[in-house]
């Protein structure tokens, strides 16, 4: 008897469908649909106005693929149960179920935990809400389950998360350089003694793979501008909470509140239990309408930063291959100075402001992808490319002021 299931229609991959069960439940779930309300790639849009898909997106993509890579696997032999599938799968739903407001671009600002870790967190709320269905899918997520090729592919090199972030945000975006074949990416995977390998026939697959992971990176995610409007809106994040923290009224939409008036890293292991539901009430809405509130506040900064973001009147940043020199920041305070004498040296930080951001195209210290010769043989991916790729780490730094008052 075939089971039912749930169509969705997707932009990138067509019909999704999602057998009624768990899966689906888990789908309806309000810490799933939180993610509807958190966009993918945070403030790119105002450099790409097609990037407004949302986490929402990306885990079903990710998710359909998945399928996708299970059933090929099984074709090709590898003896995957029922269970394991759907544990599997509902590893690769919930990965990034822990995401923020705005994605990466809050993670460390109002609350210094790492998503993935707010996802373990999520992700057991939700086991003991369905009665222990999710253990398995936990156990395979933190990497712990004795079939190491379940957890690479959902998180490794070639895992479905990359597979999906990089054709959905290549989609959006419209940058082309960033598409890869993830149909045939796919098609090309195994297992040989308990890990995930590519077959030899995929290798300029992996290789096109790669290198539109690292042409995205430097285009999009790491785009100066994107750079730009998103530690803005981490200074803006910052002030305010500074200034609830030293006694000064904002006023803040849902959740938010919550979170500018608590100090978290004094959270125990009592109270980081009560965490998921807190954190499932925040989204881009709150911050928006926050944004727009601020923009009237009686504090300079804060104000000037929420209308500068609101308004997409960025700053200015210049992006270099060498540290940015004590001079390079005190020619741009000084600047600042002549506007604005009032300023402590401290608040003038939130005016001028300096980072570092590094990728590689490949890291193969870490889980180096296996090439499955066609003699049975299995060799790194390091070794078996025509050419090496880049493995060195690629660092850029930046520094960022007003353009202009």
């Known amino acids: 008897m075939q089971k039912k299931v749930k169509i969705f229609n997707d932009p990138v991959y067509g019909f999704i469908s999602v057998p009624v069960g768990i899966v689906l439940e888990i789908i309806e779930h309000p810490f799933f649909q939180r993610l509807r309300r958190i966009s993918q790639l945070g403030l790119t849009s105002y450099v790409y106005p097609g990037a407004l898909h949302t986490r929402f997106h990306h885990a079903l993509g990710a998710y359909h693929l998945m399928t996708r890579a299970v059933e090929v696997l099984r074709n090709k032999g590898v003896d ?12 690769i739903l919930l990965h990034d179920v822990g995401h923020g407001p705005f994605s990466h671009a809050l993670e460390h600002t109002i609350i210094d935990i790492h998503h993935e870790e707010m996802s373990i967190l999520f992700m057991e709320q939700l086991n003991q809400h369905f009665k222990g269905q999710l253990q398995l899918a ?6 712990t389950y004795s079939r190491k090729f379940l957890h690479q592919l959902v998180s490794g090199q070639l895992d479905m998360d990359r597979l999906d972030y990089l054709s959905r945000d290549s989609f959006f975006t419209g940058v082309t350089e960033g598409s890869v074949g993830h149909n045939r990416l796919i098609q090309m995977l195994n297992v040989f003694e308990g890990e995930l390998v590519v077959e030899e026939k995929g290798i300029y697959s992996v290789e096109h793979f790669l290198i539109a992971r690292r042409l995205m990176y430097w285009q999009v995610y790491l785009h100066k501008t994107v750079l730009s409007a998103e530690q803005m809106l981490i200074k803006t994040l910052q002030r305010a909470k500074q200034l609830v923290q030293e006694g000064t009224r904002i006023e803040s939409f849902g959740n938010l509140n919550y979170f500018l008036n608590q100090s978290f890293t004094d959270i125990d292991k009592k109270n980081i239990k009560n965490l998921p539901n807190h954190f499932a009430m925040l989204d881009d809405i709150d911050i928006i309408a926050s944004l727009k509130q601020w923009t009237i506040h009686g504090d300079l900064i804060l104000s000037y930063l929420a209308k500068c973001i609101l308004h997409r009147k960025l700053f200015k940043i210049r992006l270099q291959n060498t540290v940015i020199t004590p001079s390079d920041i005190a020619a741009a305070e000084a600047l600042i100075k002549q506007q604005f004498s009032q300023l402590s ?14 990728n590689r195209t490949y890291n193969k210290k870490k889980d180096d992808i296996k090439i499955l010769m066609k003699n049975g043989n299995v060799r790194s991916f390091s070794e078996s490319a025509d050419y090496e790729l880049q493995t060195k780490i690629i660092s850029r730094y930046y520094i960022c002021f007003p353009k202009s008052f």
């Open 80 to 91: 995957i149960s029922e269970i394991e599938a759907e544990a599997v799968c509902i590893a």
């Open 138 to 143: 936990i156990t395979i997520f933190k990497g």
């Open 345 to 358: 040296e401290a608040e003038i930080r939130y005016w001028v402001f300096t980072g570092k951001e590094s």
